[in-house]
């Protein structure tokens, strides 16, 4: 197992990954630089009571993608108590974690009391309930902000970007806020607080208000990257009184004095262990993978296909398909996300009736790199990198007529090609590394490898996001002492 190499420490840290179709718990060992534990709960399938298959309510309509935060809570009461079933969690010494980006929860005026008085005896899902001020969550998925998208670039042009990283883009937080402040005045108005779903857990984990991290906190539109604080004229053009209801920003390596809440001694935890401010998936990932410097590159193959790797300073991508976060480790990184990621590869494995070791391997034994120019991209999803309606498979041939093996390489070389066509503007590294269930395709990586002309490494990292909150944890509590 390969692990970032500079805790020293001898401590145990818990990282908790909310991504959208799971919830891990990982425990990492800060003396062995090794995972001592985990433990995950399959959204759809461990929790069918709420309706979401694949982590997300399928029956939003349109562009819209919502999940219920309730399922977030009760995923984070049933991955403790598996992880308690697997090891003495009374051991670890802090907590930090991810959440999936962008996605925000509306919470009203009783969430700060109702924090402070989780009651042991309760699900979480149950006191947390009331809280809400909108019974769901738009998610990362979300393209339906369009108008308010194009309103704040009316409004910002450029300066947009320039100052938050990232031009008005839909599925980010701060459009989100703005179509629902116009669309549901009254329920915005009875909203107290805006949380993304990293800051939301770890304010349940804390049993009070947590900070957003400037890794997520850059994912809204809403921060100004110059100051990292919110920029008081982008939110005041996005909704009414906004500011006001977001929480602080953490700076990079905070602490925040955050300590967990009692409720957590129900699945062995000693109550007042650090709780570190979460951070979102991408910038957790690069800190798991040990790409938190310059000059490695991480291509993250799950749910989504997410380019990202830390920067040297801070610039932006003049084609505006790139985006800029806050570095956990300090400073900043770029990333791109391409939606249709692996939900598009196994609908397309699915229709063509083949097995992994054909769809991974046996597919490019039977074809020659460049698969002759064939090539296809599946847009499955309304595709975010680049803007694209969903349209089924594109390809610049007769897809129909075509022997399996050309459609598999033309698509799995559609989707590298697309994605090294949105990163050229970044060129600090020489090697990538690839993580997330896909990584175990050799035609993927082998398309990477070829594509990008880098060296591909493979991690054997599984839950590099859930790491990178541990080892984030673990050099927080470095830095402070043990408690
Ligand atoms: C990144 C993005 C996704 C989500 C879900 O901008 O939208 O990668 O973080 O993983």
């Not at 009571?49 to 995923?75: H, N, T, Y």
């Not at 809204?220 to 110059?226: A, D, G, S, V």
């Amino acid at each position: 197992m390969q692990t970032p190499d500079n805790e020293e420490e001898k401590m145990k840290t818990l990282g908790i990954d909310s991504s959208t179709q799971s919830i891990k718990a990982l425990v990492y060992d800060a003396e062995t630089k090794a995972v001592a534990a985990t433990a995950s709960v399959n959204f759809g399938k461990e929790l069918p009571e709420f309706g979401s298959p694949d982590g997300f309510l399928p029956d939003a309509g349109g562009c819209v993608r919502q999940a219920d935060p309730l399922m977030w809570l009760a995923g984070l009461d049933r991955v403790l108590a598996k992880l308690q079933a697997v090891f003495d969690t009374s051991q670890i010494d802090a907590v930090g974690g991810d959440g999936q980006q962008h996605g925000s929860v509306y919470l009203g005026a009783k969430w700060p009391e109702a924090l402070a008085s989780l009651d042991t005896a309760r699900p979480l899902a149950e006191q947390i309930a009331p809280c809400l001020s909108r019974k769901v969550a738009p998610i990362w998925m979300d393209s339906s902000t369009g108008e308010e998208c194009r309103a704040l670039d009316a409004r910002f042009g450029e300066n947009l970007r320039l100052r938050t990283g990232s031009p008005a883009i839909e599925r980010f937080t701060g459009p989100q806020i703005m179509k629902f402040a116009k669309e549901s005045p009254a329920a915005y108005a009875a909203t107290a607080r805006i949380h993304l779903v990293s800051s939301f857990l770890c304010s349940v984990l804390a049993g009070k208000d947590a900070p957003i991290d400037t890794g997520d906190g850059a994912g809204m539109n809403l921060l100004n990257l110059e100051t990292l604080s919110w920029d008081a004229e982008i939110c005041g053009f996005a909704a009414p009184g906004l500011a006001a209801r977001l929480p602080r920003i953490a700076r990079p390596g905070e602490n925040a004095g955050l300590g967990l809440s009692p409720y957590f001694g129900k699945y062995g935890f000693r109550a007042g262990i650090p709780v570190v401010p979460f951070t979102g998936d991408n910038p957790a990932s690069l800190v798991g993978v040990g790409a938190d410097r310059p000059g490695v590159a991480v291509v993250s193959l799950g749910t989504s296909d997410v380019f990202f790797a830390a920067m040297d300073g801070f610039r932006t991508d003049p084609a505006g398909c790139g985006h800029v976060f806050g570095n956990p480790s300090g400073g900043f990184m770029c990333l791109a996300c391409v939606k249709n990621g692996s939900l598009a590869r196994e609908k397309i494995r699915s229709r063509l009736g083949a097995d992994y070791r054909f769809f991974d391997e046996t597919a490019f034994e039977l074809t020659p790199p460049g698969n002759g120019g064939k090539r296809a991209f599946p847009f499955f999803e309304s595709e975010i990198t680049p803007v694209h309606a969903a349209t089924g498979v594109e390809a610049n041939f007769d897809w129909d007529a075509a022997a399996p093996e050309v459609k598999v390489r033309a698509v799995i070389e559609g989707q590298v090609a697309n994605l090294f066509e949105r990163t050229r503007w970044i060129d600090e590294f020489d090697t990538i590394r690839v993580t997330g269930g896909a990584s175990r395709s050799k035609g993927l990586r082998d398309a990477i490898a070829a594509i990008f002309g880098a060296r591909v490494e493979t991690l054997d990292v599984p839950d590099s996001a859930a790491l990178g909150g541990a080892v984030l944890a673990a050099r927080a509590i470095a830095k402070r002492g043990k408690v």
